[in-house]
Antibody, heavy 118, light 111 residues
């Protein structure tokens, strides 16, 4: 059974940093590209970042470019999102999602809540 | 403002059919057959319902179908059931640096 489990969310002050993790199991993690998608409270989905299976290709949404860094450790079956210079508008539930091909996500984690507030 | 435009809400009675539209541009919906649809119940993670415009993942009822014409994609749910009440999001691959864009979401109410 495919499982994606996010962790690392919490309350952080504006300007602060946080590192999210996503532990994958039930599939060959190293064969799949992965993504982070977020959802602000009461709002819609927003794609955040993409990383290819070998980490050779990375993309970011304009809203997080220069502040967030996506990475992965295929030996540990884990995906990460380092978030720096956090802003109020980064408050959201962050989901990791498996990229099954051409931008569709067949599996999602349960999400981890990041709250940026003073 | 979301990159793809969806109606904020739709409603229908049990057994009826509804259609949710998703309008983009030639840089996303119109340019690629990479439109997906997701269902999200309150407090839950999104679930893939349709991929590559009209394909259903294993386990998704055939009451759910997708199509596309020009820059507009559509999700049709036939034989509405109470459990279909949820938020629905479309998404598309895009040629912009964003890579993937989502619609603003449509709240489906089963009357």
């Amino acid at each position: 059974e495919v499982q994606l489990v996010e962790s690392g969310g919490g309350l952080v002050q504006p300007g602060g940093s946080l590192r999210l993790s996503c532990a994958a199991s039930g599939f060959t993690f190293s064969s799949y590209s992965m993504n982070w998608v977020r959802q602000a409270p009461g709002k819609g989905l927003e794609w955040v970042s993409y990383i290819s299976s070998s980490s050779s290709t990375i993309y970011y949404a304009d809203s997080v470019k220069g502040r967030f860094t996506i990475s992965r450790d295929n030996a540990k079956n884990s995906l990460y999102l380092q978030m720096n210079s956090l802003r109020d508008e980064d408050t959201a539930v962050y989901y990791c999602a498996r990229d099954d091909s051409s931008g569709y996500y067949g599996y999602w984690g349960q999400g981890t809540l990041v709250t940026v507030s003073s | 403002q979301s990159a793809l435009t969806q109606p904020a809400s739709v409603s229908g009675s049990p057994g009826q059919s509804i259609t949710i539209s998703c309008t983009g541009t030639s840089s996303d919906v119109g340019g690629y057959n990479y439109v997906s649809w997701y269902q999200q119940h309150p407090g839950k993670a999104p679930k893939l319902m349709i991929y590559e415009v009209s394909n259903r993942p294993s386990g998704v009822p055939d009451r759910f179908s997708g199509s596309k014409s020009g820059n507009t994609a559509s999700l049709t749910i036939s034989g509405l059931q109470a459990e279909d009440e949820a938020d629905y999001y479309c998404s598309s691959y895009t040629s912009s640096s964003t890579l993937v864009v989502f619609g603003g979401g449509t709240k489906l109410t089963v009357l």
